[in-house]
């Protein structure tokens, strides 16, 4: 049984386990698969967009120069508002792209 000392020290590893915890939701990796993603035509190399389907796709737009996009400059990825903030391929696409003003 835990006494009152004990409860208090555990209190602030208890509360950084659960910012750990939501810290590393979200930077879950979006995958192709994901429901939504398929919805939107997520690829992680835009060059495999099936423009057939998404013919708003243009050769060159990516991730990286999507409004929607937050990862630094240069990363392999990071994260995307559109799919609450899921790790998303800097080289990657959906239909949801906006371009970067
Ligand atoms: S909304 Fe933009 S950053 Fe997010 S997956 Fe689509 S193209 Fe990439």
Redesign the pocket.
Known sequence: MLNRRRFITLIPVAAIGILGATSAQAQEK?SETDPTGQA?G?KEDATKVDVKKFAAYKAG???AG????SGKAGAVNGP????GGKL?TAK???????KKA
């Open positions: 979006l939107l997520y737009n990516n991730c999507c409004a929607l996009y995307c508002s559109a799919f998303v990657g696409w959906c239909s949801a792209y906006a």
